[in-house]
């Protein structure tokens, strides 16, 4: 058994225990908030139930027949009507009656694939109605043609829909479907190479291309286009490697969820593929992990798990134009990657779907301290609470320059006049306007313009900074630079940091800092609100950057 095999028995065990245990709702489901949730969980139950090498707390008997009532339960909830305009499709919630829930677009995109490789790899096992029901609910996803679509924005569902139909194309020896889809694999990948992706950083929505093309690749016996497959998967998987730090992903996301901000929590393919960071008790999403894997290629491994040089990543994306993004807009996204921490971001503020983007943070390996593993600060937004710190404003502006981040919000009368920040557990000292902390083998200094109240929380500090316009400076050290610059505890490095205050002008248009390193870093905002960052006196030149 490989150690990629043993962590995926790993995960298969764990989530099936899970759910073993989990009690029944009255419906007979286990969950009712996401349909695809409940296919999961009696998927790993399953397998663990007919796998002779899994090792788990149950009659495997008894969780066999259980598992598969759930699956046929699932199978039951598709539309099966042709003359439905739902034809094929599942619902999505399932309150507060099942049978009653109206279906809906998103299930069949990725369990519909997922369900044919697990029937592949299962079906042997598999009671003859069960595997009628399978095969059913195949035909009519298959005739309910719900991936004939074209593409043109590049993102998620488009990537899910390429892939089913070179599965179902495949399945049902539809060639003209299976040549659709390889039409559409090859001008995705020109696509993303090209013009990087737009949905960068975007979880959970990354790992469904991920999953999708890993079941195509799996499904399809095409030497042609299961090159075309491998290359797309490479690029997948190098373009994780970049933002990669123990489980982390670094820098910004295009979209981010609560279980991705502030801490990383859907870190099961990560865990699978590289494995250098402990599995987090709580799988806020668990997905097809533990059966779905394609090995990344060695330097993309050798690169996302040695970090012992400092690396400084410069990528762009280009943001195709659709009702949520308008024109095609460029993008900006920079990550410098240590051993022991990251800081990244984006440099443009996009107004994205939900209005999720994540601009910045200075980023952690996983851990199972219980804390968050990002510090960033933003000025709250709509969709913004205490409880959900994502989503912020427009307003605010940012410099990036290695280990270094700094941002200004001029904030105007009648606006929000605070910016609110998350910092992980640790050992910190509290002044006027900056909080010195060492969270393991990290220094961070955080520097605001304006005076802060903090707030402790099981799982973090909540900082909130009040009196409108405002900056933050934050700069992060890892405990083997600072030893280099004879500092040696949280005390010496708060020292050195107190005399080294940022300058920002009082309505919040410029700041000032001189990094540890003694770069002169400038960040200021022209009139008409045009930002203007410099290094050393110099412009920060975009000319390096690359998709």
């Known amino acids: 058994m490989t150690t990629y095999e043993k962590r995926q028995l790993e995960l298969i065990q764990r989530i099936a225990a899970k759910a073993q245990k989990r009690p029944l709702l009255g419906s007979g489901m286990w969950f009712h908030g996401d349909v695809r949730d409940n296919f999961y969980y009696a998927a790993y139950l399953f397998a663990a139930s007919v796998n002779p090498d899994a090792r788990v707390p149950f009659e495997k008997e008894i969780t066999l027949a259980s598992s598969s009532q759930m699956l046929l339960k699932v199978l039951r909830l598709q539309d099966t009507d042709p003359n439905s305009p739902t034809y094929g499709h599942w619902p999505l919630r399932l309150d507060p009656v099942p049978k009653e829930a109206k279906p809906d677009p998103l299930p069949v995109e990725l369990m519909g694939s997922l369900m044919v490789y697990f029937y592949r790899d299962h079906q042997e096992y598999m009671s003859p109605p069960l595997q009628a029901a399978f095969e059913a609910a195949f035909e009519h996803i298959y005739r309910s043609r719900f991936f004939s679509k074209e593409i043109g924005h590049f993102n998620h569902h488009e990537a899910k829909y390429t892939a089913a139909k070179l599965i179902f194309g ?12 390889h039409r559409s ?55 994780r490697s970049l933002y990669y730090l123990k489980g982390a992903w670094v820098g910004p996301h295009s979209r981010a969820w609560p279980h991705d901000v502030p801490r990383d929590a859907n870190p099961l393919f990560d865990y699978v593929q590289f494995g250098d960071f402990p599995l987090p008790e709580e799988t806020p999403r668990t997905e097809f992990a533990g059966f779905l894997f394609y090995e990344a290629p060695e330097d993309v491994r050798r690169n996302a798990l040695d970090r012992k040089l400092p690396t400084e990543v410069t990528r762009f994306s280009v943001l195709t134009g659709d009702p949520e993004n308008g024109e095609p807009k460029k993008v900006h996204k920079y990550a410098y990657m240590t051993e022991n921490y990251a ?10 779907f939900d209005n999720e983007q994540h601009r910045w943070d200075v980023s952690l390996p996983l851990s199972n301290s219980g804390s968050v593993n990002q510090a960033y600060f933003l000025h709250p937004g709509e969709g913004f609470s205490e409880v959900d710190p994502r989503h912020e404003s427009d307003i605010g502006e940012v410099l990036f320059h290695r280990n270094v981040v700094m941002a200004l919000y001029p904030i105007p009368e009648g606006e929000d006049d605070r910016i609110v920040g998350v910092l992980p557990k640790g050992e910190w000292l509290q002044e006027e306007k900056a909080l010195f902390g060492r969270i393991g083998r990290v220094y961070l200094a955080v520097h605001l313009m304006r005076p802060y109240q903090v ?27 600072a030893e280099r610059l004879c500092i040696g505890s949280l005390e010496e490095f708060a020292a050195i940091q107190r005399g080294n205050a940022p300058a920002f002008a009082e309505d919040g248009s410029k700041a000032a800092y001189r990094s540890l390193d003694q770069e002169e870093l400038e960040l200021a905002i022209a009139p008409g609100g045009k930002p203007e960052a410099r290094v050393g006196g110099e412009p920060v030149p975009f000319g390096k950057y690359s998709a």
Do not use: C, K
């Not at 079941?215 to 286009?225: P, T």
């Not at 800081?343 to 994205?352: I, L, M, Q």
């Open 185 to 239: 694999l090859v001008r995705t990948l020109r696509h993303v190479r090209e013009n990087g992706m737009a949905e960068y950083g975007a979880l959970p929505w990354f790992w469904h291309w991920v999953q999708a093309f890993t079941a195509a690749w799996e499904l399809v016996d095409d030497v042609d286009i299961n090159r075309d497959l491998g290359d797309m998967l490479d690029f997948l998987w190098h373009e």
């Open 170 to 181: 495949n399945l049902f020896r539809d060639y003209e479907l299976v040549e659709d889809g």
């Open 343 to 352: 800081v990244g971001g984006v440099w443009e503020r996009v107004r994205e």
């Open 455 to 481: 707030q402790e929380l099981a799982d973090r500090y909540a900082v909130e900074s009040r009196g409108g316009a405002n900056g933050v400076v934050v700069e992060a050290i890892g405990s083997a630079e």
